[in-house]
T-cell receptor
Framework: GAVVSQHPSWVICKSGTSVKIECRSL??????MFWYRQFPKQSLMLMAT?????????EQGVEKDKFLINHASLTLSTLTVTSAHPEDSSFYIC??????????????FGSGTRLTVV | AQSVAQPEDQVNVAEGNPLTVKCTYS??????LFWYVQYPNRGLQFLLK??????LVKGSYGFEAEFNKSQTSFHLKKPSALVSDSALYFC?????????????FGQGTTLQVKP
């Protein structure tokens, strides 16, 4: 089946540094990638939607200059948390929507990245 | 506003008993509904979806869900719970407006199956 590889699975960084999270669709083309943030024991909050080759669309309240999203190819999307602060500590999950499965709404999720900013 | 709600934060069942995790939705047009399961520090695993057709949808690991249009519900069920079913469950709806394909998730329900 479709697989999305997300890494790193966990990362600890110092305040003020930047962290990049990658999501790769291994055996399919992902025309759309969604990035979510999840706080402990809470639901997934959609941060942004990115389509290959175009700028990401951010949800209200999400700082686009802080959470940089790049979707340069049909198999790779990255989320960079810039100048990270402890409040950015969270679990980040990507979800790829398959180009050939639009009518069925097929989504494949990455395994998530636990970011801890110290 | 389009939304999905899971009214129970936690559901406790004994192993071998049937389980139900509730979900209600509010969308315009025909809903695309999904159930996902999440284990600690992991991404979401797809269980099942309703797009159209039979109201009873069968999915992975013996789970099923019934789409009820009049009650705007899509409850997740399993006839006999396993301890290994203990996890966090999310109901989600795909927004029908536009073609962005965004999923909106419910709050999540923790299922605890006790031996």
């Amino acid at each position: 089946g479709a697989v999305v590889s997300q890494h790193p699975s966990w990362v600890i960084c110092k305040s003020g540094t930047s962290v990049k999270i990658e999501c790769r669709s291994l055996d399919f083309q992902a025309t759309t990638m969604f990035w979510y943030r999840q706080f402990p024991k809470q639901s997934l909050m959609l941060m942004a939607t990115s389509n290959e080759g175009s700028k990401a669309t951010y949800e209200q309240g999400v700082e686009k200059d802080k959470f940089l999203i790049n979707h340069a190819s049909l198999t790779l999307s990255t989320l960079t948390v810039t100048s990270a602060h402890p409040e950015d500590s969270s679990f980040y999950i990507c979800s790829a929507r398959r180009a050939t499965d639009r009518s069925e709404g097929g989504y494949t999720f990455g395994s998530g990245t636990r970011l801890t900013v110290v | 506003a389009q939304s999905v709600a899971q009214p129970e934060d936690q559901v406790n069942v004994a192993e071998g008993n049937p389980l139900t995790v509730k979900c209600t939705y509010s969308v315009s047009g025909n809903p695309y509904l999904f159930w996902y399961v999440q284990y600690p520090n992991r991404g979401l695993q797809f269980l099942l979806k309703y797009i159209t057709g039979d109201n009873l949808v069968k999915g992975s690991y013996g789970f099923e869900a019934e789409f009820n249009k009049s009650q705007t519900s899509f409850h997740l069920k399993k006839p006999s719970a396993l301890v290994s079913d203990s996890a966090l469950y999310f109901c989600a709806v795909r927004l029908s407006s536009g073609n962005t394909g965004k999923l909106i998730f419910g709050q999540g329900t923790t299922l605890q199956v006790k031996p």
